[in-house]
């Protein structure tokens, strides 16, 4: 009968996320696969967590330091995100996964994956930067047409209650439809805007994006 554990570790051997796990009580990781020494450029047999917490950004150790701070023997810690510098001096978004268990041994052993999500932040800040200068071009758009147009509009209500011109029949039809035109615009432009705003508001990034992408720091 196939070892379902071995089925499991062939696929870590493969996967492009880091996994590992960590034997708390001698400091040593007893399993790392060859992502970890990829992306960390460091032999796992020779690493201690502390080097590895060393590379972490000093915004974000001190939350690190709670979230280890709060582990228990089964209790899986997901999403944790925090930011690395590496030795090519670039900053990294990772995303962490933890499980803590207990051995028969009464070994404390933290086991986890890590995935580089520095594409989707990257991708994540493209589409907040995109939308904050559509929010300036609607704003922009807002302002300089609707009040012409609303400018129009009322102009074209005074003259039509103007005595003379009214007794005229064409130019009566002329400022009719000039006041429709404008107050048409109007409406299809606050309409426009509207469904804008509407749309940045409800926008959500994908979650899916590629890990291996690096940011400059």
Not at 87 to 101: E, H, M, P, V
Not at 134 to 159: R, Y
Not at 196 to 201: P, T
């Given at each position: 009968m196939t070892d379902p554990a071995s089925l499991i570790l062939a696929l870590a051997e493969h996967d492009r996320r880091?996994?590992?796990?960590?034997?708390?009580?001698?400091?040593?990781f007893i399993y790392a696969n060859p992502a970890f020494e990829n992306f960390f450029q460091v032999k796992a047999s020779n690493t201690a967590i502390k080097q590895l917490f060393a590379m972490v950004c000093m915004d974000d150790k001190k939350y690190l330091e709670q979230i280890y701070a709060e582990l228990q023997p089964n209790i899986f810690k997901t999403d944790i995100e925090f930011r690395i510098k590496l030795a090519d001096k670039k900053t990294y978004f990772l995303q962490l996964n933890l499980l803590l268990q207990k051995t028969i041994n009464n070994e404390n052993i933290?086991?986890?994956?890590?995935?580089?999500?520095?594409?989707?932040?990257?991708?994540?800040?493209?589409?907040?930067?995109?939308?904050?200068?559509k929010k300036a071009v609607?704003?922009?758009?807002?302002?300089?047409?609707?009040?012409?147009?609303?400018?129009?509009?009322?102009?074209?209500?005074?003259?039509?209650r103007k005595t003379k011109l009214i007794e005229d029949q064409e130019v009566k039809k002329w400022v009719l439809l000039i006041e429709e035109i404008s107050r048409k615009s109007v409406r299809r432009v606050q309409s426009f805007v509207k469904k804008e705003f509407a749309e940045l508001a409800g926008f959500k990034p994908e979650k899916q994006f590629p890990y291996h992408t690096k940011v400059n720091s």
């Amino acid at each position: 009968m196939t070892d379902p554990a071995s089925l499991i570790l062939a696929l870590a051997e493969h996967d492009r996320r880091i996994c590992f796990a960590y034997n708390l009580d001698n400091g040593q990781f007893i399993y790392a696969n060859p992502a970890f020494e990829n992306f960390f450029q460091v032999k796992a047999s020779n690493t201690a967590i502390k080097q590895l917490f060393a590379m972490v950004c000093m915004d974000d150790k001190k939350y690190l330091e709670q979230i280890y701070a709060e582990l228990q023997p089964n209790i899986f810690k997901t999403d944790i995100e925090f930011r690395i510098k590496l030795a090519d001096k670039k900053t990294y978004f990772l995303q962490l996964n933890l499980l803590l268990q207990k051995t028969i041994n009464n070994e404390n052993i933290l086991t986890g994956y890590i995935k580089n999500i520095s594409d989707y932040k990257a991708h994540c800040q493209q589409l907040n930067e995109f939308a904050d200068n559509k929010k300036a071009v609607l704003n922009t758009i807002s302002h300089d047409l609707t009040a012409p147009l609303g400018s129009i509009q009322n102009l074209a209500a005074l003259t039509a209650r103007k005595t003379k011109l009214i007794e005229d029949q064409e130019v009566k039809k002329w400022v009719l439809l000039i006041e429709e035109i404008s107050r048409k615009s109007v409406r299809r432009v606050q309409s426009f805007v509207k469904k804008e705003f509407a749309e940045l508001a409800g926008f959500k990034p994908e979650k899916q994006f590629p890990y291996h992408t690096k940011v400059n720091s």
